[in-house]
């Protein structure tokens, strides 16, 4: 009789702790890679514009940059050594050397400003990857933290800051203009797919020397 009294004990006691649900927040990090965007606006004198600034903000624009790349000569209507064809043709010249490197998103204008010293204006926006906003990196990893601060730490915060840093063009996680969202890649992946599994492929329909020569 006790034993089976202790037995019924038991099995209520499982069933009460199976009924029990628990709701503790997860130590996983689950939030994606963050992008955040803001405009970069610079002013640079004309005697400064050469052909390091020149490569330096080519290499600063495919990297971070996105949409269209501004450029503004601003000169003194009234000067005579820095006139408005002056602005017209630097800005040509720096359009130029940004297209001989890869930079051809560029629109420019000029700005008349009594009293101005000529002034190239830059300005473009860009798209920065971060790791997700409610990351930290592992204590003791960066930050000044010790190994007490652990159960602060989501699980896989730090890879997903790591990989932010080897991204090297962020906005190209924007997509790409143009295409529906149905696509998802699937018609690169059918042909990578039939190449893989060796499926044979159709023969091109074109003359061949042997064609020509029979005609």
Do not use: H, W
């Not at 006790?2 to 628990?22: D, E, M, P, W, Y």
């Amino acid at each position: 009789m006790l034993n089976r009294k202790n037995i019924t004990l038991t099995v209520l006691s499982v069933l009460a702790l199976g009924a029990c649900t628990q709701n503790s927040p997860s130590m996983m990090n689950t939030s994606p890679v963050e992008l955040q965007k803001q405009t970069v606006i610079e002013q640079i004198p004309l005697n400064q514009i050469n052909d390091v600034l020149i490569s330096a903000l080519a290499d600063d624009y495919q990297k971070l940059g996105s949409g269209v790349l501004e450029l503004t000569m601003a000169f003194d209507p009234k000067s005579k050594t820095f006139t408005a064809m002056n602005a017209l043709n630097k800005l040509k010249e720096v359009k130029t050397k940004l297209a001989r490197k890869g930079v051809r998103s560029v629109v420019t204008e000029t700005l008349a400003v009594e009293g101005a010293q000529p002034m190239l204006m830059v300005s473009f926006d860009t798209v920065q990857a971060q790791a997700p906003s409610d990351c930290e990196t592992m204590p003791g990893l960066e930050v000044n933290k010790t190994t007490r601060f652990i159960d602060e730490y989501k699980f896989g915060c730090s890879v997903e800051t790591m990989l932010a840093r080897q991204i090297a063009r962020p906005s190209d996680l924007e997509g790409v203009d143009g295409l529906d969202n149905q696509d998802g890649g699937r018609r690169e992946t059918n042909i990578v797919d039939a190449y893989a599994a060796g499926a044979p492929q159709p023969a091109l329909n074109t003359i061949g020397r042997g064609d020509l020569g029979s005609q």
